[in-house]
């Protein structure tokens, strides 16, 4: 009797203090689609040292007298061998950019110090004392610390590496972070693609881009005939005269690119007025590269403009900071269009381009992910807003909101990795908001076509690999039909197993792909009672209705 009251009071004491907010007990996903961050979860183990040597292994050095771990959470890397580092497997993915910020507290030389060896493909990185922040593409699955120069010794209290892309934050207490694949890029094969925009007229004093290079020599863009933009051996070029030039790649003054997706910015204090455009082309020479998110301006960006571009993608464009106004953005082209042979210019200056070969890119991380903006869908064409027409896009069509949601044109997908906490459940419960119109889609899906929750193609719900599932319907009324009215409805799966998953992806099974949007995403460990079930459809009903 004593274990029964004990239990009841524990329930009851749960939905109480749970009353007016989503049950979290036993939460292990929640995906808000609020925002999108540009930097993924922490990489690093133990990377301010606190834990001493764990985590952290050498195996060349036993035991590692090079290496010391003092008490004040820092570690220093010393003269005494030749063969001086520490390491951790397995925390990178090749040819994924990451961001490193790592804290020099000492150092008996300033160059050749600290690199990360392999790691990055960074052959040396700042090794002055403090706080550094670099990026790089990681060519090895491993990350070193090393000390390189004999007698030389380092001492380092921190390190961080986090994937640098969109993501989704978990607002659980976990980081089962949803990285975003819904961005459009216009790739060019180098042979005879290009966007011809013809004489547009417009003055330069900035421009912003995303560009994918296929190699580190390709041709980026023509102004004028004597102004251009070219990548020649990793090194972004200025052809013509570019008074007071500043060149940003993702938010840092440098003019090294690789073959990652990287936001360019460059500026020059006079107008460069151009009356030649062309993008992936130069004189009779073409560029293989993709790009997105071409914007021009008749102002100059400062270094705080840039990282405002880079960190928020379109908070410039749509004046949310920053020191330029809308009237200074006199071209814009999102080249998010998906199909056809204009590449519409949303400024409103009319530049439209004709595209002659190149094609779209879809399902892109990094570059400004559509399924966190609103945009127009017309005849197969994703329109972005008209910064001069909110609710609009460059033709007048009223945009479809994405309404605090991840708003999936067809194209696109989330992409949470696979993690102990998701693994682990066996009877288990998801819950997400869906505004659809369409009757053809797969809401969760794991690895293969034979993993999937929320499927539908006949009016019901059917779930693959998935445990024995009860489905509820805008609280705990047992309902498995999705309902196609285009509003917003509550749908709950209870009896999930997720044991032998080892992806989990938002949409992306083929033929079945998300066209709607999605918020609200909650995976619980445990089944939730009918109490607790409409108590998440209720404390979020306000903002779905």
Same mark, same amino acid.
């Given at each position: 009797?004593?274990?029964?009251?004990?239990?009841?009071?524990?329930?009851?004491?749960?939905?109480?203090?749970?009353?007016?907010?989503?049950?979290?007990?036993?939460?292990?996903?929640?995906?808000?689609?609020?925002?999108?961050? @540009?930097?993924?979860?922490?990489?690093?183990?133990?990377?301010?040292?606190?834990?001493?040597?764990?985590?952290?292994?050498?195996?060349?050095?036993?035991?590692?007298?090079?290496?010391?771990?003092?008490?004040?959470?820092?570690?220093?890397?010393?003269?005494?061998?030749?063969?001086? *580092?520490?390491?951790?497997?397995?925390?990178?993915?090749?040819?994924?950019?990451?961001?490193?910020?790592?804290?020099?507290?000492?150092?008996?030389?300033?160059?050749?110090?600290?690199?990360? @060896?392999?790691?990055?493909?960074?052959? @040396?990185?700042?090794?002055?004392?403090?706080?550094?922040?670099?990026?790089?593409?990681?060519?090895?699955?491993?990350? *070193?610390?090393?000390?390189?120069?004999?007698?030389?010794?380092?001492?380092?209290?921190?390190?961080?590496?986090?994937?640098?892309?969109?993501?989704?934050?978990?607002?659980?207490?976990?980081?089962?972070?949803?990285?975003?694949?819904?961005?459009?890029?216009?790739?060019?094969?180098?042979?005879?693609?290009?966007?011809?925009?013809?004489?547009?007229?417009?003055?330069?004093?900035?421009?912003?881009?995303?560009?994918?290079?296929?190699?580190?020599?390709?041709?980026?863009?023509?102004?004028?005939?004597?102004?251009?933009?070219?990548?020649?051996?990793?090194?972004?070029?200025?052809?013509?005269?570019?008074?007071?030039? /500043?060149?940003?790649?993702?938010? @840092?003054?440098?003019?090294?690119?690789?073959?990652?997706?990287?936001?360019?910015?460059?500026?020059?204090?006079?107008?460069?007025?151009?009356?030649?455009?062309?993008?992936?082309?130069?004189?009779?020479?073409?560029?293989?590269?993709?790009?997105?998110?071409?914007?021009?301006?008749?102002?100059?960006?400062?270094?705080?403009?840039?990282?405002?571009? *880079?960190?928020?993608?379109?908070?410039?464009?749509?004046?949310?900071?920053?020191?330029?106004?809308?009237? /200074?953005?006199?071209?814009?082209?999102?080249?998010?269009?998906?199909?056809?042979?204009?590449?519409?210019?949303?400024?409103?200056?009319?530049?439209?381009?004709?595209?002659?070969?190149?094609?779209?890119?879809?399902?892109?991380?990094?570059?400004?992910?559509?399924?966190?903006?609103?945009?127009?869908?017309?005849?197969?064409?994703?329109?972005?807003?008209?910064?001069?027409?909110?609710? *609009?896009?460059?033709?007048? /069509?009223?945009?479809?909101?994405?309404?605090?949601?991840?708003?999936?044109?067809?194209?696109?997908?989330?992409?949470?990795?696979?993690?102990?906490?998701?693994?682990?459940?066996?009877?288990?419960?998801?819950?997400?908001?869906?505004?659809?119109?369409?009757?053809?889609?797969?809401?969760?899906?794991?690895?293969?076509?034979?993993?999937?929750?929320?499927?539908?193609?006949?009016?019901?719900?059917?779930?693959?690999?998935?445990?024995?599932?009860?489905?509820?319907?805008?609280?705990?009324?047992?309902?498995?039909?999705?309902?196609?009215?285009?509003?917003?409805?509550?749908?709950?799966?209870?009896?999930?197993?997720?044991?032998?998953?080892?992806?989990?992806?938002?949409?992306?099974?083929?033929?079945?792909?998300?066209?709607?949007?999605?918020?609200?995403?909650?995976?619980?460990?445990?089944?939730?009672?009918?109490?607790?079930?409409?108590?998440?459809?209720?404390?979020?009903?306000?903002?779905?209705?």
């Amino acid at each position: 009797m004593i274990n029964v009251i004990q239990n009841t009071i524990g329930a009851l004491a749960r939905r109480a203090s749970t009353a007016a907010s989503i049950i979290t007990q036993n939460l292990q996903l929640w995906l808000g689609f609020t925002k999108a961050d @540009v930097l993924g979860a922490e990489l690093v183990e133990n990377g301010d040292f606190s834990l001493g040597s764990d985590d952290w292994w050498n195996p060349a050095l036993t035991p590692p007298n090079s290496v010391v771990f003092n008490a004040n959470n820092s570690v220093t890397l010393t003269s005494v061998d030749s063969n001086v *580092y520490i390491r951790q497997s397995n925390v990178l993915d090749i040819d994924t950019t990451y961001s490193i910020t790592y804290t020099i507290d000492s150092a008996s030389a300033d160059i050749n110090v600290l690199k990360l @060896v392999s790691s990055l493909g960074i052959a @040396v990185i700042p090794t002055s004392n403090g706080t550094h922040t670099v990026v790089g593409t990681a060519i090895s699955t491993t990350l *070193y610390i090393e000390r390189t120069s004999n007698g030389v010794n380092a001492t380092i209290s921190n390190i961080s590496i986090k994937e640098v892309s969109q993501f989704a934050p978990d607002k659980s207490t976990n980081t089962n972070n949803a990285k975003l694949f819904t961005g459009k890029a216009l790739g060019f094969d180098g042979v005879n693609d290009l966007v011809d925009l013809s004489n547009p007229n417009i003055n330069l004093k900035s421009i912003c881009f995303w560009v994918n290079l296929d190699t580190t020599s390709e041709q980026i863009f023509n102004l004028t005939s004597t102004h251009n933009i070219t990548a020649s051996s990793g090194v972004i070029t200025l052809v013509g005269t570019w008074s007071n030039s /500043n060149i940003y790649v993702d938010g @840092v003054a440098t003019t090294s690119i690789g073959t990652t997706p990287k936001r360019v910015v460059i500026t020059t204090d006079t107008n460069i007025l151009v009356n030649d455009l062309e993008f992936a082309k130069i004189g009779s020479d073409y560029g293989a590269l993709s790009l997105a998110d071409v914007q021009i301006y008749d102002a100059e960006l400062s270094l705080p403009d840039a990282l405002i571009d *880079y960190n928020n993608p379109n908070d410039l464009v749509f004046n949310k900071g920053g020191s330029v106004a809308l009237a /200074n953005l006199v071209g814009y082209w999102a080249l998010s269009e998906g199909s056809g042979s204009i590449a519409y210019d949303s400024s409103g200056g009319g530049n439209n381009g004709t595209i002659t070969g190149a094609t779209y890119d879809d399902k892109q991380p990094t570059i400004p992910q559509l399924g966190m903006m609103d945009w127009s869908n017309t005849s197969g064409k994703t329109l972005i807003e008209a910064p001069n027409n909110v609710g *609009y896009d460059i033709l007048g /069509n009223a945009l479809r909101l994405r309404e605090g949601g991840f708003n999936l044109d067809g194209s696109g997908y989330g992409s949470i990795a696979s993690d102990a906490t998701l693994t682990a459940i066996t009877t288990g419960t998801i819950q997400f908001w869906l505004k659809t119109s369409t009757t053809k889609f797969s809401v969760l899906n794991g690895q293969t076509s034979s993993e999937f929750i929320g499927q539908t193609d006949s009016g019901v719900w059917t779930d693959g690999n998935a445990g024995t599932i009860t489905a509820y319907k805008d609280g705990s009324t047992a309902n498995t039909s999705p309902v196609y009215d285009g509003d917003w409805h509550f749908y709950t799966f209870t009896g999930v197993n997720l044991s032998t998953w080892t992806s989990f992806l938002i949409s992306n099974l083929t033929a079945f792909e998300l066209d709607c949007i999605i918020d609200e995403l909650l995976i619980y460990s445990d089944v939730l009672t009918a109490t607790e079930i409409d108590n998440n459809f209720n404390v979020s009903s306000a903002t779905h209705s």
